[in-house]
């Protein structure tokens, strides 16, 4: 009978979160994936949540790359990819990869292999870097389900796929025309509309749909 000889793992990852989960898998036999407390040899990616990051990263000093995409550490390189996990391995061609220190040339490839597309971010511009990721995503998240839990609220239930075909559209629009596939009233100048529209809306909401429609302008 053959016996196949396991593969030795290039590097570990720390952290059985929705990043980590999503990585190993995609990386498969190149990657182990390990709880926080394990202390492996080799090359760490920390996967881990950013108030685990500087007690863990002393444990791994020179050979170590956190996810974190607004903490900067001294000595700690970073490697955050510009994406939203979900634990499954997916098609991430294309998507950013924020470089912040010298990370190892080895991790880089390995990202590469996946489809990230590497860019170098300077420290003092990850905050200001990971705000706008948060706006992009949790925020716009909040905005969608939010926009539901209005509707829902007075009794209004949405048939098919609720709100989302409208998301997918605007997404679809602003990634062919950028800021010209932008639509809707405040767009249009439609001043009455507008008023019409924040008054169904209770506080906070009414500020958000006032202060957001008017960001661009």
Known sequence: MRHTIPMTPEFTILG??????????????????????????????????????????????GRCVHLAGSLHLPGVPCAHPLTSFD??????????????????????????????????????LKPLYHAAAVLTSGHAASLWLGAEALLRARGVALPGRGLL??????????????????????????????????????????DIFLTLGRSLD
Do not use: C, M, Y
């Not at 202390?39 to 500087?54: E, K, N, S, T, W």
């Not at 499954?88 to 996946?114: C, E, H, S």
């Open 16 to 61: 059985r979160g929705r990043a980590g989960r999503a990585l190993a898998a995609a990386w498969g036999p190149r990657a182990g994936l390990l709880d926080h407390g394990a202390r492996p040899d080799g090359l760490v990616i920390l996967a881990v949540p950013d108030r685990a990051v500087a007690e863990l990263a002393q444990a791994f000093l």
């Open 87 to 124: 634990g499954q391995a997916r098609d991430w061609k294309g998507t950013p990869l924020a470089i912040t220190g010298a990370v190892p040339d080895g991790l880089r490839r390995a990202f590469g292999d996946l489809g990230f597309a590497a860019f170098d971010l300077p420290a003092e």
């Open 165 to 206: 075909p409208l998301a997918e559209a605007t997404l679809r629009n602003v990634a062919a025309l950028g800021s010209a596939g932008r639509t809707g009233p405040f767009v249009r100048g439609d001043e009455a509309t507008i008023a019409r529209d924040a008054e169904a809306l209770p506080e906070p909401w009414r």
